[in-house]
């Protein structure tokens, strides 16, 4: 039984690999919007992948979500990598305290015994107060590290889904619903081609800085996630998909 559940999910790896063109998946089993327990599995997964691969001290940037908060639930602590440093991709989006990026990373260097940074900012930023706060040297020495980073650990959301949960301006709303947006990655909407529509405006990294990141690591799951993923997989940079079955077979399913 085991064994035959495990083929079935490689044939599967294999099918959303060329789907979506992303050299590296992990599936587990199930559907993370019907329990919770999948989330860990993805989580798990995410942390053994981590444990085993980190060789030596690396910067490691993760982002908010319910799913990057279960990443953290799992973590264990790395061989030789003690003093990894995790730092959050970028401020705050808007997210309950248990799910920000700062109170993940710090979570995730308890478990691994290593060490972080937090970044205090407000968001959304004006565009005045954004270029004061990225003067800051406290600020600034953070955000050098951030743009160092040699990992980066990601969730994927459903546009709209995201932009409510986050309680986005009923002027933003209306523009996201206008331009289509699917999926939400790093505070960017995204419409099913791929292209950014909106972009909270906050500091931390960016799309284009992920282009010198050795290893992104998308962390996204359920079936309700499927549109969200395949969107954000048209044009963004992931070098691991981690998901599950419901995801996966849906997105196999669409056109
Ligand atoms: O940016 C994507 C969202 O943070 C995903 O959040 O893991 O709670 O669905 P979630």
Redesign the pocket.
């Known amino acids: 039984e085991f064994m035959h559940e495990a083929m079935g999910l490689s044939v599967l790896e294999r099918q959303l690999k060329d789907k979506l063109h992303v050299s590296n998946i992990m599936i587990v089993p199930g559907n993370s919007d019907d329990h919770n327990w999948v989330?860990q599995e993805m989580g798990k997964a995410c942390a053994s992948f981590l444990k085993e691969r980190v060789k030596s001290p690396q910067t490691i940037a993760a982002?908010?979500?319910?799913?990057?908060?279960?990443v953290a639930n799992m973590m264990v602590p790395f061989d030789n990598a003690a003093s990894s440093l995790f730092v959050p991709a970028r401020g705050g989006?808007g997210?309950k305290e248990e799910?920000q990026a700062n109170t993940i990373v710090a979570k995730m260097a308890r478990k691994v015994r290593g060490d972080y940074r937090l970044l205090y900012v407000p968001d959304p930023l004006s565009e005045t107060s954004y270029q004061n706060i990225i003067k800051e040297p406290s600020i600034n020495d953070t955000l050098q590290l951030i743009k160092d980073s040699n990992i980066v650990l990601?969730?994927?959301?459903?546009a709209l889904?995201?932009a409510k949960?986050r309680k986005t301006s009923e002027e933003v709303m209306e523009k996201l619903k206008d331009k289509k947006a699917i999926?939400?990655?790093?505070?960017y909407y995204f419409d099913k081609f791929g292209d950014v529509v909106h972009k909270v405006r906050t500091i931390g990294i960016q799309l284009d800085d992920l282009s010198t990141v050795n290893q992104v690591i998308t962390?996204?799951g359920?079936h309700s996630?499927a549109n969200a993923i395949a969107s954000y997989f048209k044009k963004g940079k992931s070098d691991l998909l981690i998901t599950d079955e419901a995801a996966a077979e849906q997105i196999l399913r669409d056109e």
């Open positions: 989330k982002t908010g979500g319910t799913t990057m908060a279960a989006i997210e799910n990601h969730g994927i959301g459903d889904t995201m949960r999926s939400e990655a790093f505070g962390i996204a359920g996630k």
